[in-house]
């Protein structure tokens, strides 16, 4: 069984940052691919990022060039590095993984709350 636990949540001004960060733990042999997702009120969920254990990085359109992923595979943590946010990236940030244990697992975590005020 695989855990996610996402930290790093909070409420934030238009333009400022914050740091969100997802640990994996339980039965790990290997992550393939950890990132983020989002979902606002009313919309569905959509991705945020994505890195793979090639380090191959998916960015969704609205977060390029503002938006920095990046994991730490000794750790089992994935870092989601947000700059000059907006009110529209208002929404709870999901991790999300897909592990190799017994078989593969993809994997959720509770979400965390990212507020960003105009």
């Known amino acids: 069984q695989v855990q996610l636990v996402e930290s790093g949540g909070g409420l934030v001004q238009a333009g400022g940052s914050l740091r969100l960060s997802c640990v994996a733990s339980g039965s790990i042999l290997s992550i393939r691919t950890i990132g983020w997702y989002r979902q606002a009120p009313g919309k569905q969920r959509e991705l945020v990022a994505t890195?793979?254990?090639?380090?191959?990085?998916n960015y969704g359109d609205s977060v390029k060039g503002r938006f920095t992923i990046s994991r730490d595979n000794a750790k089992n943590t994935v870092y989601l590095q947000m700059n000059s946010l907006k009110p529209e990236d208002t929404a709870v940030y999901y991790c999300?993984?897909?592990?190799?244990?017994?078989?593969?697992?993809?994997?959720w975590g509770q979400g965390t709350q990212v507020t960003v005020s105009s």
């Open positions: 999300n993984a897909v592990v190799v244990t017994i078989g593969v697992s993809n994997s």
């Open positions: 890195i793979t254990s090639g380090s191959r990085i």
